[in-house]
Each structure stands twice: as C-alpha cells, then as structure tokens.
C-alpha cells in the first residue's frame, strides 16, 4: 500500500532536482540581447517565462503520474 506514495514521492523529487538542474545550468547563464535598454528586462522575462512553462510541465506529469498510481491501485 505505500509503495505507490513512495513512487510518487521519488518522482516528485526527481523531477524537482532536474528542473533545479535546468534552470541554474542552462536557464541561469542564458543572455539575450539585443533590445538596446532592454536587455535585462527581455531577459528577465524570457527566463521567468520558461520557468512557469516548466512548473506547469511538472505539474502536468505529477498529475499524470498520480493518476496512474490511482488506476492502478483501484484496478487491483
């Protein structure tokens, strides 16, 4: 019976350590330029941008996941 938490538990934090990992080794260095003054701010957004797009990625596979756990469990 906690087999399936612990699964779902194992990916959650997998999937936070790789976002993690994503954001700081390639989003974090990431520069844009060429928008004169506004440099900083297209950078800013384009990174907050992609950082929302991740966390709703995480969350679509968290529920997927959770989903799977749950048909599995009431099938069996």
Known sequence: ???PIYLYVLIMWALIVAGGGVLVAILGPLNI???GKYNEIVDSVVKAVIA???VVLWIFIMSRVKNWIFHKQVGA
């Open 1 to 3: 019976m906690r087999g």
């Open 52 to 54: 929302m797009l991740l």
């Open 33 to 35: 330029m060429g928008f």
